[in-house]
């Protein structure tokens, strides 16, 4: 087989350097320490603290735009005092009354003596009724236009209407909060910015600094795909492929793991007998009910990429971490080798994540002083990422030929909420002072881990003379797509690699 | 070189292994290209029918635009990507999305090479990944070398992987986690807990107790209760004076104290049995474990009132002490762990505070009694006391220094009767509410516990239990567990308490004779009070005796404690 030689490179390569920065004061920590970490708040403050924080954005954006309309519309400050007749707007958070959505009551009044139905892929159905309340009450929203606004519950909105006759407001239009202001837009355009005007297609400079973003490794999984992640980490470090990759991996500065690095865990089935005996108890597991084969596994590949790159690992669905948002960081010494290396970070499942460039004595320098934060933002970059419960809860609330995983993500920078539905739907912790999942800045990245395809969309927001933008990026699953995506930081850029091994099966063992 | 080809035929056709340019590379510490292209070219020598090997291939560049998803996934359909053309279809509607260049990296047997090859619109390089003695009919075959290649990997310096093709970047860095710059870090009062480190030994203890004392003096409320235990220390401290001698004693005494610890700690633990229990059997659990604060304050009152009798022994015990301390260190619980924990001095020697506990229980179990607190227990060490007295064969020299204190102690055990009497009742009720003031206690106590330690020789200790025999005929072993709650303040306090857990066949029945540790813990002002009252009349002529008697059982329960140590580390929890 005559190949092309591949060429060795004259001199080693390096990667760019990439650091991280401490996050500004105001941006909301997923950590729960030991003093948060109470469950016997209702989770009623959730929505008293989220409607009392984004009230006011929605209000500025409501009397922004509705200022001219013809019929001077007033603001209603509790829902239940609107007067019918009257062309009034009102502000309250979206509560959605769905037959189909899961319930808790059901499951508790249900026939055990009959196997539960399969989870539903959408709870959505012609007879969902869109509520909106605040602390006076609830009014029941009606009219074409707020039906197809692609509403989910825990939403802040501001609706504009009239109440009818049967008690319902009859909504014109609506508004969100918008965008939350962006800090962090430029990175280092002061010295690029030239090249990019000329070279706006191919702008990809060796200088660049890229992420690469990786979710749902699912190590472990019945039918495996260890082949597939032996490529990605030789991709990684560097060493698969011919010049052309091995450039391109060497500008990669640094690995997200959205996620799912697990597979879900199946028991076996001699679990059930193993679990009455007490000796498989003793230490707190069920010692011959599971293999660590997968975190072992895991972990060698994470050593192999750790040698090479810093790399950021957050829990997900199907990793053993709690199921409640914020997940918290799981445990160092579950990965064995990777561990030891302090470029390896285990993140929470919603986290920020604030990347500057250059090294790291340079960002703590310049974060030392204070006073010289314009010089550190210019080459920031804040990447919020979450391991996608957030996106495929919200999924389920509304029909998918409308509306697209992405456009749901854009929606939930709109509503300055990142997860809408917990605690309804999705699971949180009962924060009593806080709602952490509000926007407060405009992250520039947006990464959504385990979905089931890639998408990416650049979505910006401009109000006053503030433009915001955010490259939202929905990381596919490695499992099931082999897809790995990178990130330009300079450029916001995406492309994909991804890996698959082809025709290896029955039909090459036959021919031998 | 030359033998590159020489190794390739043995691992392909003699070990039948699959060779990747990467194994090969770190075989032979070559470039990753070079191997490469020295797979290339085995593969392209003629070989003989027999020695005919497989290559597989790497095959990277752009896909069609649109065509890229649909052929390939139905191709893969009757292959292993069965997710694939389902998802996929599902799924098409990221319609929205932007269009971004899409690099496709095809893992492809020889035999396929030319027809994923029309797959590809551009093709950035194309390489051989590896040599197989027959074609590869699962992408994770490729995984087998990959175990060689971790540990050749384990073995190179990153200088020396770059070498190899690997690119390392600037950031990689190994070592703990920094909390970034601004960030706010947990940070956990390093000072205590270095001081506390077992490796400190006899030494550390005297510089602990300085320590503590600051520790404790940062709670400002208490400087006072404090500056108390400090001088009750110091006293001790000094009559240490012996440095050389107490060496010689420190092993007795050591284990004489870790008697009269177990002892007092068994009795108050008995008293409250259903309160938390600690057991001193493992000394570092123990420590680590216990936090509780009945057992601190109980300690405490005994430590001192056998310092004060028995000031000549006081050396040896504060050793002890003061290694159990240092080793159990651990934040929150650290200082009272401290206090609890200075019975038991080494780990074997934690062992051994069984069989001292039996002589010591005989002495505790009559304290007890007069106090009025009996608890269902003192019976079970009583017996079990007798039976050590008869075995015990090494006492003399315990006997003596326990002979010497004893009028000191008994006077000690008089003021114990009383004081501990309510102690235990009060402290190890309400243990949530305590939690707040506890803390200050608690280091007021480790003050105190360091003097005490000496005491060990007068007390006599407690039998061991009966220990319940589980279904498999072994006898079952206390178990230290630790449980959380929540006071009335809403503050949530953990408290260790013992259990019997059976036992496995396999495992030795070590375990068994834990001294429990006093749950209940006192305000600085009780443990003061106790430890002035704790001389007792009592131990006097009894300790004598039951020392006698624990000594010989604790030198056997010693070796014995020591070869399990580590067993019962692991096996507790």
New interface residues.
Partial sequence: ?????????DA????????????P?KTPQFTI?AQNKSYKHQYANIYFVRLRLLRGFVEEQAKKKWNEVAGNPTFVPRVLDVEKGQLCFIIGTVYMDMPLKPNVLDDIARDHSIPAPPPRKKFNSPDDIITLEDESGRVCLVGDRIRSAGLVTGVIIGALGIETNSGDFEVVDYVFAGMAPQVSSEWDSSKRGEEMDIDESGDEFPSDEWIALVSGLEVGAP??????L??LT??L??????????N???RI??LIIAGNSLAPVVSTSNSVTEEVD??TR???QESAAFSPHPTINLG?HL??I?????IHVLPGESDPSGTILPQQTLP?AMFG?AS??????CETNPAYIHIASG??SN??AK??ASSSKVDASERRRTLLVNSGQPLNDMFKYLD??PH????IASSTLHWRHMAPTAPDTLWCHPYFTTDPFIFAETPDLYIIGN????????VTDKQDEDEARCRII?VPGF????TLVLVNLRTL?????????????????S?? | MSSIPDFLAKQLFIEKNVVTYRSLSRQFKIHVNVAKNELATYHATPQSSAEQSYATYIISGELFPRASSQPLSTEDDTQMDVDEPQEGQEDEPEVDSDLVPQVKITLVGEKDLEQAKTQYARIFSEHIYCLSPSPLVDSSLICAPSANIYKADAKLSPEQSILLGRVVGPDVKIGKVQPLPAASSKGKAPATTTVRKPGLAASASLSKVKEEPKAESIKAEKKADEVKPKDSKSPPVISKPKPSGKLDFSKAKAKAKEEKKTVKEEEPSEREKTEPIFKIGPPSRAKRETKGKSTASKKPVKRESSSSATSPSEPPPRRGTKRKSAMPIDSDSEQSAVTETPAPSGPSRSISPVPKSRGKAKTAAVKVKKGIVLSDDEDDEDEDNLKESKVSKSYGRKKTVIKEVDPSLSAMMDMDDDSVIKHPRRVTPPPPSDTEQTDEPDEDVAMEDDEDLPKPIPKKKKVKKAIPVGRNGLKKRRVVKSRMTTDAKGYIITEDYSEYESVDEEEPEEPKPKAKKPAARGKKSDSEEKSSKVSSKEKGGKSSAATKGSKSGTSSKVKKTMSGGLMDFFGKK
């Avoid at chain 1, 470090?237 to 091995?246: C, N």
């Avoid at chain 1, 850029?493 to 063992?509: I, N």
């Fill in positions: 087989m005559p190949t092309a030689t591949t060429m060795v490179p080693p390569k390096t990667r760019p350097s990439t650091s991280l920065v401490a996050p004061n320490d039918s495996p795909t260890d082949g597939e032996e490529l030789e991709f470090t560097g060493e698969l492929g011919g010049l052309s990759e091995q391109s991996a060497s500065s640094r007490r000796k003793r230490y707190g060698d050593l192999d750790a040698r090479s790159m810093p160092r080798g030891a290396y302090s470029s390896f970070r090294s790291a960002a703590a974060n030392g998918s030929p697209t995983r992405l456009s979905q089931p395809a890639f998408g990416t969309k650049m929905l499992r099931q797509t082999g850029d995406v492309k994909t690699v991804s890996f698959a091994a082809q025709s290896m099966g029955g039909a090459l063992s021919d031998v």
